[in-house]
């Protein structure tokens, strides 16, 4: 029956043909020039001296160096003297990264002396003060070019968007489809059928996910690692991954206080991303199961997953409608964002970190609508 189940999703054409579209977009995408790749040459003499976490003196000679070619001192147009420019630029960044971070531990010892140690004040405060000392002092240069642009995947709405299209086609159809299907009354008809049916939907849709999941973030993996020459600063702390002054992109991680180096963050947040996307189709088999209509499941599913990117297009973000948007499928999926900065809820009295809180809690509304589906299907009478 799983097989069965299987064939059914991987047999759709649209699957494909979505899919393909998707590819050649990351083709495209990653075809278009920049500036600078941080592949060339120059790149590694310049980590060499300016490579690793900030100290005074390479401060010091990077804003030495930035003023002479300011002022006109140094000729600076060529690309060596143009990526020098960039690379201090960085450096200089990272020590005011680096400061910002001393600034905010110190108004958090002020905090902590002020509150009462019992208090929900001093438990956040003390919490984000030990992870920022966890942290300590990693900002500077790294070169990472190459898993900023993966991380571009897994973020911006336009990329989630992209990945719930393609989950919603291939999974709106796996209960409606069953009603025009003569078979389902002989399903429905036996003692065990209900039940087993129910079961290889969810892991055939579970292997549709993982299967699509995995390949176009290999594709864009593959992609990434060619065009800026392979994965330089894996091991780099993910407080080094800036947008800078020359790229589009919008991921930054400088105030983030979590300590992982940077292969840790990447496979963390696709295992996360993965989990949040199974959340996602078991929400589309639910309510595949409740329309019965393919049209009506995919309309739905699309307002659920548009709604809170349109609450925050609008301006709409305080009060009731900030956990709307919070604790929603959509931010489910964007797992990077939640690592950016350090957010805690009050939870009973305790600062629960905002990606622990949003994984447990659609955990439990994943849990919740696999049991509503099985019972529901269990009570489905033939005919009906």
Partial sequence: ???????????????????????????????????????????????????????????????????????????????????????????????????????????????IALYNEGTYEY???????????????????????????????IEPVTHVLILSIILLIGLTPVFSEEYSSQSLDLILATKHGKAKLVTAKILASITYIAIVFLSLHLINTILNLVKFGGAAGWNAPIQGISEGFDTHSLIS?????????????????????????????????????????????????????AIPVLLQQLGITRGIFSYLIHFSYTELIKVSSMFTQFRAFNVFGYPVLYPTLIFILFAVITSLLIFVTYDLFRKQQVGN
């Fill in 253 to 305: 991680y400088d105030s983030s206080p979590y300590s992982m180096d940077v292969w840790q963050f990447y496979l963390l947040s696709l295992v996360l991303q993965l989990l949040a996307c199974i959340a996602v189709g078991m929400l589309v088999l639910f309510l595949s199961f409740l329309t019965k209509n393919t049209m009506i499941t995919f309309f739905i599913s699309g307002i659920i997953m």
């Fill in 1 to 111: 029956m799983y097989k069965q189940e299987c064939f059914k999703i991987f047999t759709k054409k649209s699957i494909y043909l979505v899919f393909a579209v998707i590819v050649l977009l990351l083709v495209y995408v990653n075809q278009l020039p920049i500036s600078m790749t941080m592949r060339e040459d120059i790149f590694e003499e310049l980590e060499e001296t300016w490579g690793g976490p900030v100290t005074e003196e390479k401060v010091e000679l990077a804003r030495e160096a930035m003023y002479a070619s300011d002022s006109g001192e140094v000729y600076t147009n060529t690309f060596e003297a143009r990526a020098t420019d960039y690379v201090q630029f960085l450096v200089v960044g990272s020590a005011m990264q680096k400061a910002e971070q001393h600034d905010r531990m110190n108004i958090l010892e002020e905090q």
């Fill in 123 to 153: 438990k956040e405060a003390s919490k984000e003060l030990e992870m920022l000392e966890e942290v300590g002092d990693v900002h500077g240069f790294y070169l990472i070019q190459s898993w900023l642009e993966m991380f571009e995947f």
